[in-house]
């Protein structure tokens, strides 16, 4: 099965064909897909590349040429030619040199892009990422990390042809001077990249290891980051700080043990190569002491050998560290865009009403909940952190309930598709996460392009959630950054631009989660006054017990120690 790619970069701006991903795909496989997306770039490239390998073989090769035609003659005039023409073989190889590395890089970087959006989006997939639980940090290392090392991979696409054609051209001189010696390089070179292949498993796994305790380590991280200030106010920096001091000691040794690994293996293979090359110059100079050589073929061959040892040492590098990690990046990358979803959903449309329904609902501590929600209804629940935690995860569609249903203006939850649920309920959690951006960005993100009414709904939104008042504080108002999730906001503001977010966004359930914690008294009963008047005629539901929106609220429902009982009036 695709998995679907929910956001595409424009064809003009990025013109990379899709890596094909399906359930059968194997790392091997899905970096070759990955490699020949590239094609438009590793053509050219690997064309001049070659080139500059066979400039860099005809360099002795004129040399050669030159000694025995000029230098041995005393011929002045040829001696003039032939150093125009390796003027001109230097001038080839210099420009193509450039201009091939160049364009594999920006192939290499055109797909690590397209490749790094794909995961992002399959990461922020509202669906969910099944399998194993991972970390953020986790997550963030193989969007990043991951994605790098896999396209990383083009490279093999670009060089080893060059370096190949070079012990191909290689050989083909030293045969036209000495058929035993291009015979040589001819068998010798197809054993040592034999051998590369069958040497790149330990490696592989090495780095398949290398870039999980990388990751592990980058979560700890994250989390450590992100919870800062939980974390100093219970007094557990210390304890935090040993947790991730152990994770990147592992991390060091699993990037130490991979380093080793790579740096045996390919003095193995330089040390196979150099024993080619250096019995080909052996037997070289032997022919030249017996005669069956001019000193211009020797310099040819010695050269020419010599070259020739430089792209056998690369094949080490490039077709077989390169591609080891590669595969074993591919393989984490896979972990994630074969994932199936967490949640299943279906394809209905949004129901017309809000009525909110739980039928035998089962889920964590609440067990055959049996609740209706009028349509149109301000409700704040009363309920434990726990109880909550659950209920808005099955409305926030990140779990199905352990049993029962959830309808929606009698509509099966998870039988909408994802646009119809967004539609039909909104989650808004009691973290605030803000986009970098100004604060009239964030709060008109919740707003569909195509609204006829967007700037009204921002303005509405605005005054409801009592952001007039931030605006009167901030330096440039609406027009003031955020910052990067929001940091250069106080934790009340943060708080209340989020809620207006929600507010703008249509909805015909929105659901919210402890929205006012951070603000002062007097703010909140201003929110807890206006948020139902904008509100009015939709359904409200708010998990809280703070006094204002109690007072507010049209229904009042009290969920503890598991019972379920209704207190307060329709007002």
Known sequence: MKLPVFFDPPPQAMPTPEVVVDDTLTPRRFTVRTMLAAKKWTTPAAFLVAVHQVCETLVPVVMGHAIDRAVATRDFDALWRWLLVLALVFAVLTVSARFGGRIGQAGMLAVQHRMRTRVTDRILDVRGVGGPQRTPGDMLNIATSDVEQLARGIAVMVYPIGHVVAVVFGAVVLLSVSWPLGLAILVGAPVILWLLDKGSGPLRRRSFEEQKVAGAAAGTATDLVTGIRVVKGIGADVEASRRYVGASRRALDGVLRSAR?????????????????????????????????????????VGVTQVIMGPLAALGSNMGAVWAAAVASAERVLSVLQAPPAVDTGDRDAPDEGTLEFEAFTAGRLRDLNLTIAAGKFTVVHTDAETTADLVAVLARSRHPEHG???????????????????????????????E???????????????????????????????????????????????????????????????????????????????????????????????????????????????????????????????????????
């Open 437 to 571: 951006g100004t604060v009239v960005d964030n709060i008109a993100a919740g707003v569909p392009d195509d609204a006829p009414d967007a700037d009204a709904r921002v303005t509405r939104a605005v005054f409801a959630a009592a952001c007039d008042d931030v605006a009167r504080v901030l330096p440039a108002g609406l027009d003031t950054p955020v910052g990067e999730a929001g940091r250069l906001l106080s934790g009340g503001q943060r708080q209340r631009v989020s809620l207006a977010r929600a507010l703008a966004a249509p909805a015909e359930v929105l659901v919210l989660v402890d929205p006012t914690t951070a603000v002062d008294s007097v703010t909140e009963a201003a929110i807890a006054e206006r948020v139902p008047e904008l509100r009015r005629g939709r359904t409200t539901v708010v998990f809280t017990r703070s006094p204002a929106f109690t007072a507010a609220a049209d229904d009042v429902l009290e969920l503890s120690d598991l019972s379920f009982a209704i207190s307060g009036d329709d007002r």
């Open 261 to 301: 690994a790579e740096g045996a293996y390919i003095a193995s293979m330089e040390f196979a190569s150099g024993l080619l090359i250096v019995g080909v110059a052996v037997a070289a100079g032997a022919m030249a002491v017996t005669g069956s050589l001019t000193v211009g073929q020797l310099i040819t061959v």
């Open 405 to 435: 249903r959830v309808l929606v203006g009698g509509v099966d939850l998870f039988d909408l598709g994802n646009d119809a649920a967004r539609r039909s309920v909104r989650v808004v959690p009691h973290a605030s996460h803000l986009f």
